[in-house]
């Protein structure tokens, strides 16, 4: 089951490099994808329309596979913190599915720095998970299966609703593939589907970390900032 691969072909990928956000913006679905008839959606705020997509890509047994691109347009705030993308998946209906599975991601870096480490957080009521097994032997390359190049360290944290990323540069005007490619792993997901009243809903919230170099010219900008404030 967990070697399953559904995956679309690269378009996608081949259309983001050559147009920036036009094939993003060309097929976002007014801020909800439904998968099929199993139940589950994702949403995301208008605001994020034309920056975020999201593709069906199929099912298998009691799994969910989807491709997402997003793209970041907002520099780091004065804190060293840019503002997070996070997408909802939502139960709608009586569901047998047990997990949503990424086969690849389309992460542009518009933010005008470069990235050194990237977090994805799962914000939810202990109902959905990170799965490390199943994204270990999913198919891709190490350090978790699911290929993060050109980053190389990863971990999952916060009992797997963490997922860490560092050891590498997306460069301000980049484009990044996790898990790109038909052997480049998928990353799982262990969802809980509930009974009428107990629908689930989750949160899977993405946010970039800007270099260090970076980081220090924004605490002077704090520091300074702060000292006119005293004068």
């Known amino acids: 089951m967990h070697t399953q691969q559904v995956q679309m072909p690269r378009l996608a990928a081949i259309v983001a490099v050559a147009g920036g956000s036009m094939f993003i913006a060309a097929t976002s679905q007014a801020g909800v994808t439904v998968f099929g008839n199993t139940g589950w959606q994702a949403e995301w705020d208008a605001s994020l329309d034309g920056l975020v997509d999201i593709e069906f890509n199929g099912t298998a047994g009691n799994a969910i596979f989807i491709q997402k691109s997003a793209e970041f347009t907002q520099g780091p705030d004065i804190f060293g913190f840019f503002p997070s993308i996070p997408i909802v998946f939502r139960q709608v209906a009586l569901s047998s599915i047990t997990h949503i599975v990424i086969n690849d991601e389309i992460i542009t870096n518009s933010t005008g720095s470069a990235w050194t480490d990237f977090h994805m957080d799962i914000l939810d009521n202990g109902d959905a998970a990170f799965n490390p097994g199943l994204t270990a032997s999913s198919g891709g390359t190490g350090p978790i299966g ?73 605490g002077l900008a704090g520091l300074a900032g702060r000292s006119r404030r005293r004068s």
């Open 146 to 218: 699911f290929t993060i190049e050109p980053f190389t360290v990863a971990s999952f944290a916060n009992a797997n609703t963490q997922l860490n990323i560092s050891g590498g540069t997306v460069p301000n005007g980049g484009l990044w593939f996790p898990g790109d490619g038909v052997s480049d792993g998928q990353l799982w997901i262990d969802v809980f589907s509930g009974g009428p009243g107990d629908f689930t809903v989750f949160t899977l919230k993405e946010t970039p970390t800007p270099t260090p170099g970076v980081l220090a010219l924004l």
